[in-house]
């Protein structure tokens, strides 16, 4: 394609990664993209209608830092977090983050422990379960705005008619849905 100067915007970290590592260096190094260095926390106004703040969590980091995204549109707003540890070791509450955005979109890799043949501590993500607790106590208008993204295929609320995700969804939670929308403006 040789692409030119295409916009790729990155944490300090991943930039370094991608200056020196091939085949990703040589897209710097023939111009094909243009580096766009990101900073936790720093907004990026992307047009007059959309901002897009970093949010740097904690999660295996063996390359590069881990990002969420607060996404700010003119109307709306919404949390990105995929992947993340656990939110207990997050310095942000996972709780008033949520209550903060219009939409929620957060890591729902696993149901509970036990759904993998390793130690979760290898591959840790809060379960579910653990965070329909931690907003056991909220009312129904912010559990509605939860969107569990990123399960599992071991995951049983990966199947649509799992006990599981039906539970869940009869508490208001959703289920990210491919080719959603969600409108910000």
Request: charged share 20%; no cysteine; hydrophobic share 40%.
């Amino acid at each position: 394609m040789n692409a030119n100067k295409i916009p790729v915007y990155a944490m300090p970290r991943f930039i370094s990664y991608l200056r020196s590592n091939g085949p990703w260096s040589q897209l710097v190094t023939l111009g094909n993209i243009d580096l766009k260095p990101l900073q936790s926390e720093a907004p990026i106004q992307l047009d007059s209608g959309l901002m897009v703040i970093p949010i740097v969590v904690p999660h295996r980091d063996e390359f590069s830092e881990t990002v969420g995204f607060k996404i700010i549109g003119n109307k709306k707003s919404a949390l990105y977090i995929p992947d993340i540890d656990k939110w207990n070791l997050w310095e942000k509450s996972i709780v008033s983050e949520v209550k903060a955005v219009d939409f929620a979109f957060i890591d729902g890799t696993f149901y509970e422990d036990g759904e993998i043949n390793r130690p979760i501590r290898d591959v840790p993500h809060p379960f579910i379960s653990e965070t329909i607790s931690l907003f056991k106590e909220e009312p129904l208008s912010v559990k509605q705005k939860i969107y569990f993204i990123h399960l599992n295929h071991t995951n049983p609320t990966h199947n649509k008619t799992s006990p599981q995700r039906i539970a869940i969804e009869k508490q208001g939670f959703h289920f990210a849905t491919v080719g959603a929308q969600f409108v910000l403006n």
